[in-house]
């Protein structure tokens, strides 16, 4: 029984990490489409694909979506301040 019980406590940790990250795309998205207007059909679609990868966020896709966060960067370099930290990511596998 405090298998489920760990189990369901690393459900929370990751339903909240995956909400927090949700929350930040999407107001960086405003950010990034208010700062950029003349690139803000390309910051939309970044932010997006981000999203969704959020949404469908479990343990085996953490690194994908860490991966494409960072691809991310490379196009707008404010979404690397969302770069979870090493702390957080252990936290997720604790």
Do not use: W
């Not at 479990?58 to 994908?64: E, I, P, T, V, Y």
């Amino acid at each position: 029984m405090g298998e489920k019980v760990s189990q369901a406590q690393k459900g929370l940790v990751l339903e909240k990490f995956r909400t927090k990250y949700i929350a930040l795309l999407n107001e960086l998205k405003r950010e990034l489409v208010s700062r950029y207007p003349d690139r803000a059909q390309r910051a939309e679609y970044v932010t997006d694909v981000l999203v969704h990868k959020a949404y469908a966020l479990d343990l085996h896709s953490l690194a994908d979506f860490i991966h494409t966060l960072y691809l991310a960067c490379t196009e707008f370099k404010e979404i690397c301040r969302l770069m979870p930290s090493p702390k957080e990511i252990d936290e997720l596998f604790e």
